[in-house]
């Protein structure tokens, strides 16, 4: 295959990545996104395969197979409330397979390699193995293997930017000898520490950020070993998801009034110890209102607006909303859905479970152009969203989250939240919107909760 060819190929699949890039940025378009995507990449296997001479390919279809009946199992076997674990996961598959692809490369070449060559290899080991093991220990938090809050101890953001320099000081010394190759394994393990290292003190209420900042690593780090194998598809592939990753991280710390450094080395958030559904623990008083209140309430109504957050994939409730959403509407009754940027665990999660449940993509409407609708919905059902409905975000200056763009759930007529207690989310904050005269809680598992109403009204 010719060279022209072969760089044809390339902008081909980087054309393809582009658009494929663009559609995903939009639920309608989401899918065909996908799959442009994923020819782009099939385009680029090839032309590589071909382009490096590999004929003997029983190791490629032996690897092709097995990982791709892995990858069958995990998408067939993952619910969608586990969907940002997967995410996180795979993300830190990529970040290893650029470790391993540059350790290789280093081992097969040695110091026949070019200073700029090595300068690659180093830095795609280190950005790596970060991204490896970060990843790892994100998924754990996901997951509930480990504690979801910020795990902290004294000096840590020391003793992480000591580790650093320390990675650098040792890459500088294997540029010099690159004759000795513990320096690059030396590179890896402290890479793999610091991965871990940096993820720790990241509570729960910033996964989010950290998931697509984790993504774009795995970018960087593909985009680097394309350097060190000079291999053009690779490289425009990896500054793609780099960039778009940066990208779309700064935006969900500007969801959260944040910048990327406080989410980084802040250590913010809490997640609460007690899950266990109940009635009000707080001294505070609040209007609890029966299954009945709530039918009544949602069949008088004229504009329900749906607020979903991270509860509802606990619950597993979305099917049940879109359920009850289709019974109300027979009934005349306009229904709409509240997406916050942040809500849930990574970016776009309540637009995946909607979409699951076969909600019509008009129906969801992001933060800014449904807040000002709030005022004139009759009800808010709030399902299983906690701080991003916090009214202290906007009125209380002392409160940890204030200035955080949130939905304007409270200025409806009437909030009805499902919750299974009065237990904080994320931040570790009570929700003042509980507390409002317009507010009455359904306490329970939101799914059952929610059937019960749909039973009711049907």
């Not at 890039?21 to 939009?26: A, E, H, I, M, V």
């Not at 690897?63 to 995990?74: N, R």
């Not at 729960?204 to 993504?215: H, K, Q, W």
């Not at 008088?300 to 359920?323: C, D």
Request: charged residues 15%.
């Amino acid at each position: 295959m010719t060279k022209a060819i072969i760089e044809l190929g390339y902008l081909i699949a980087a054309v393809l990545f582009v658009v494929g890039l663009k559609q995903l940025s939009s639920v309608e378009t989401a899918r065909r996104g996908n799959l442009l995507g994923a020819v782009g990449m099939l385009i680029a296997i090839v032309i590589t395969l071909v382009q490096t001479g590999i004929l003997q390919f029983s190791l490629i279809l032996l690897g092709l197979v097995v990982g791709s009946a892995v990858g069958l199992v995990m998408a067939l076997k993952t619910p969608m409330t586990g969907m940002p674990q997967m995410v996180a996961l795979l993300n830190g598959f990529g970040g290893a397979a650029s470790t391993l692809v540059a350790t290789s490369e280093y081992v097969t070449k040695g110091t026949s390699l070019e200073l700029a060559t090595l300068i690659t290899v180093a830095l795609s080991v280190l950005v790596g193995a970060v991204t490896f093991t970060g990843s790892v220990i994100a998924f754990a938090k996901l997951q509930e293997w480990m504690p979801g809050r910020p795990i902290l101890f004294k000096f840590q953001n020391f003793s992480n930017l000591f580790l650093f320099l320390l990675i650098l000081a040792v890459g500088v010394y294997f540029l010099v000898h690159p004759d000795i190759s513990i320096a690059l394994h030396t590179i890896t393990v402290g890479s793999l520490l610091l991965g871990v290292m940096l993820v720790l003190p990241i509570g729960g209420a910033d996964m989010p950020v950290v998931i697509s900042l984790l993504n774009s690593y795995s970018g960087i780090a593909a985009a680097l070993t394309g350097f060190v194998l000079s291999n053009h598809g690779l490289i425009i592939t990896g500054a793609l998801v780099g960039s778009s990753g940066i990208i779309l991280s700064q935006l969900m710390c500007k969801a959260m009034n944040r910048s990327l450094a406080n989410v980084l080395f802040g250590g913010f958030g809490q997640v609460a110890v007690d899950k266990s559904p109940g009635k009000p623990a707080a001294a505070r008083p609040v209007r609890e209102c029966s299954v009945e209140d709530a039918v009544l309430l949602l069949e008088n109504a004229q504009l329900v607006i749906v607020v979903p957050g991270y509860g509802m994939a606990v619950s597993q409730a979305q099917r049940t909303v879109a359920e009850l959403a289709e019974i109300l509407e027979k009934k005349g009754v306009t229904v709409k859905y509240a997406i916050h940027p942040v809500a849930g665990r990574m970016p776009g999660h309540m637009n995946i479970l909607l979409a699951e449940a076969n909600v019509p993509y008009d129906q969801l409407y992001e933060m800014d152009t449904i807040n000002p609708e709030f005022e004139s919905a009759d009800v808010a059902l709030v399902v299983g969203a906690n701080d991003v409905t916090n009214p202290a975000a906007r009125e209380d200056s002392k409160s940890p989250i204030y200035g955080m763009p949130i939905l304007d759930t409270d200025k409806a007529k009437t909030v009805i939240v499902c919750k299974r207690s009065m237990n904080p989310g994320f931040a570790g904050i009570d929700n003042e919107l509980y507390y409002r005269s317009n507010t009455c809680m359904l306490f329970g598992d939101a799914k059952a909760s929610l059937n019960k109403v749909v039973a009711a009204l049907k």
